[in-house]
Structure formats: structure tokens, C-alpha cells
């Protein structure tokens, strides 16, 4: 603002394009010297404002009433190639690693196959939810042989025979037991609702 057009006095207003400040104006605050106009909003402001008020409700009902798809999950859709490719090559390379098993975990056909297995085979004790009955919650971050995907892996591989775990890695193969950890890692850590008390260590 120049200084010529701050000598015009109190109604002398900048012209912004937006309304145009009259002298008959109501005044409705005035802090320091700046006054608040009691001016109609314009049509455009209003339009906007009324369009983001009608968006809202269509923006609720699809993402929280309907399920629309979130962000995350369009993210992990969108990676699937991405970490199925990575999976594959980890299990190409053979060594059976945390980082490996920990891949698997991220590809869903591995994981959709591994919570087929344990439905059939753990859930009996494990329950189907992993929440546990006669064998441990594995929904929860206590455990009693380690919770890191290797020593998940192990424990399901030998099993804990005097406890009543049973060893699978005969039974079902490497593959199979990998894909069933896979699955038991996307559990870990949900604490399903009515799991078992935790036992072991918390981790
Ligand atoms: C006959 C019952 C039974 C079946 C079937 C069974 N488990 Fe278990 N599982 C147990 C028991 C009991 C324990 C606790 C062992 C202990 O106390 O050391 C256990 C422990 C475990 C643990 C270790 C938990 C921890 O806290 O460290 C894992 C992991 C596990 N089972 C996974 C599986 C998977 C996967 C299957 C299916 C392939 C399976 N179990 C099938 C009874 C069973």
C-alpha cells in the first residue's frame, strides 16, 4: 500500500477484487486499525465451499462405510509384482533367511496358500484366527521359542514334541512350512480378539 493511499483515512480500502468496500459498510471488528466488513461472500467463494461440503459425504461413504480402497492398500496392490518377483528370487537363492521368509510374508499367492495350510493343519490347536487354545496365541508379541521369521520357522519345522507341538518340516516340506510362516508372520503382532493369555517372552 502506497502512503498516498493510507492518508485516505479509515475508508479508504484496497480494492481486492473480491467486493468492493463501501463506506456504508457495517463494520463488525476492529483490532489496531483493521476493520472486519460484514460483506456477502462472493458466489465463487460460496459454490466452492458448498461443492467440498457435498464431496465430503461421497468421500465418507465410499472409504468409510463402503470400504473403498485406502491408500495403503492400493500401495500393496500396486507392489504385488514387485514382491512376489522379490520373493521368487530369495527363494531361488535357497538359503532360507529372515529376509527371505520376511519376503514371502509381502507375496499374497504365498501367503493366501500358507493360511489354507494352517487352516487344515494348526488350527485345530492354534486356532483358525491364530488367537491359540491348546497351543500358543500367535497373534500376540510373546514367544516362547522366538518370534524372529527364522525361529518361527524352526519351531514349526522340528516342532516341540514333548510339549505337543508337532514337528511339520516332514511332513509338509520346506516349501509348505515357509509358506505357513508366511502367514504366521502377517498374524503376529494382530492380538486378535479372545486370543489365548501371552506366554513366553514379549519381544
Ligand atoms: C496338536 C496341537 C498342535 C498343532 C496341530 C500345532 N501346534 Fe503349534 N504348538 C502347540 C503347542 C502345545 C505349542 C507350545 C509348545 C511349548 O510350550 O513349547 C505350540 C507352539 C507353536 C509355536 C511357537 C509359539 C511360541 O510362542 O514360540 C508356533 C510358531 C507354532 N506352534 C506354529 C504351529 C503351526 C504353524 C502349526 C501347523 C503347521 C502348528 N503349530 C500346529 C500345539 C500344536
Redesign the pocket.
Known amino acids: 500500500m502506497s502512503a498516498d493511499s493510507l492518508a485516505h483515512g479509515k475508508h479508504a480500502h484496497l480494492q481486492t477484487g473480491i467486493g468492493v468496500d463501501t463506506p456504508a459498510d457495517t463494520v463488525v471488528h476492529a483490532v489496531d486499525d483493521i476493520e472486519e466488513y460484514d460483506n456477502r461472500l462472493p458466489n465463487w467463494w460460496l459454490l466452492t465451499f458448498y461443492a467440498t461440503i457435498i464431496f465430503s459425504v461421497g468421500y465418507f461413504f465410499h472409504y468409510q462405510m463402503l470400504g473403498g480402497e485406502g491408500t495403503i492398500s492400493s500401495y500393496e496392490r500396486e507392489m504385488q509384482p514387485v514382491w512376489a518377483a522379490e520373493a521368487a528370487r530369495l527363494r531361488a537363492a535357497g538359503a532360507v533367511t529372515p529376509q527371505m521368509l520376511t519376503a514371502l510374508a509381502r507375496d499374497q499367492s504365498i501367503v493366501s496358500q500358507g493360511r489354507a495350510?494352517?487352516a487344515t493343519?494348526?488350527a485345530?490347536?492354534?486356532a483358525a484366527n491364530g488367537g491359540g487354545g491348546?497351543?500358543?496365541n500367535?497373534t500376540d508379541s510373546?514367544?516362547?521359542?522366538?518370534?524372529a521369521a527364522d525361529r518361527?520357522y524352526r519351531?514349526?519345522t522340528t516342532g516341540?514334541t514333548n510339549?505337543?507341538?508337532?514337528a511339520?518340516g516332514a511332513q509338509?516340506g520346506a516349501d509348505r512350512v515357509q509358506a505357513?510362516t508366511a502367514f504366521?508372520l502377517t498374524m503376529k503382532n494382530t492380538n486378535v480378539p479372545g486370543g489365548r493369555a501371552a506366554?513366553?517372552t514379549p519381544e
Do not use: E
Not at 142 to 147: D, E, P, R, S, V
Open positions: 495350510l494352517f493343519n494348526c485345530s490347536c492354534h491348546i497351543g500358543p500367535l510373546a514367544w516362547i521359542h522366538g518370534g518361527i519351531t514349526i516341540v510339549k505337543g507341538m508337532p511339520w509338509l505357513i504366521v506366554q513366553g
